[in-house]
């Protein structure tokens, strides 16, 4: 029998462990483990490091950047049915065909104009991945998200008068504060608008983040390692 290669023994290391973090975040906090979903972010790592995570039972994973996951995805989602891809970083309108093609789930629908045009790749393509409406619960100016103030007239709109699959609500709060108030504000904003799903907590914060709610974890660095600047 070979021995494992160094890269897939770390990274099964890495999400046993991560696996068994958020299983006992759950319990403590309540809730069935099951109802929380691990979303292994292998932005910038190579094909490679997916393969790993896929022989470690892995199925649901995120990307940042639709030229990335184009490169990378296309014959994993080939050789495994059951592969889960989520975009989780900025979609410009000029991307939304390709991502309407590569993606299951598309976290960052944040403006009326991407929302249209979602729409209209969608009825072209005959796909509809769900949708999560990305606020930016810390209403930082360098960041993407609809602002709090605006998030529950614009799910109407992508939702209700474009008919787009709205599932859920994701945030990513400013570095340099607490997470819980971020966590709690998104929460609220799910259960009043009746979104089922919340994907918020990362590698620092998932447990936090499960405490208040999340159904989706965003975990890049505890599983894959640290990431070279890009
Ligand atoms: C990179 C990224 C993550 C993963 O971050 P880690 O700190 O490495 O776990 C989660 N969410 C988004 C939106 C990201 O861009």
Redesign the pocket.
């Known amino acids: 029998m070979h021995a494992e290669a160094p890269l897939a023994k770390t990274i099964a290391a890495n999400l046993a462990e991560v696996r068994a973090r958020i299983a006992a975040a759950a319990h403590a906090a309540g809730r069935d483990p099951a109802g929380i979903a691990l979303v292994a972010?292998g932005?910038t790592h190579g094909a490679a490091y997916i393969e790993a995570a896929l022989g470690a039972g892995q199925r649901v994973f995120?990307e940042?950047r639709v030229q990335e996951a184009q490169g990378k995805f296309p014959p994993l989602k080939s050789a495994h049915g059951d592969l889960v891809l989520h975009l989780?970083?900025s979609l410009q309108t000029n991307k939304a065909h390709e991502a309407v093609a590569l993606f299951d789930v598309i976290?960052t629908l944040d403006r009326p104009k991407l929302a249209r045009i979602l729409a209209k790749e969608m009825d072209k393509a005959g796909r509809r991945p769900e949708c999560f409406v990305q606020v930016n619960t810390g209403e930082e100016p360098q960041k993407a998200g609809v602002l709090p103030l605006e998030a529950d007239e614009f799910i109407a709109f992508a939702r209700d008068d474009l008919g787009l699959p709205v599932t859920g609500l994701m945030c990513?709060p400013p570095l340099d504060e607490e997470p819980a108030l971020h966590f709690t504000l998104l929460a609220a904003m799910a259960e009043r608008n009746k979104l089922a799903h919340l994907s918020m907590g990362?590698?620092?914060d998932f447990e936090a983040a499960i405490r208040f709610g999340a159904t989706h974890v965003?975990?890049?660095?505890?599983i894959f390692g640290a990431?070279e600047p890009r």
């Not at 965003?218 to 505890?222: M, Q």
């Open positions: 972010v932005k995120g940042s989780i970083g976290e990513i990362m590698s620092a965003r975990v890049g660095t505890a990431r």
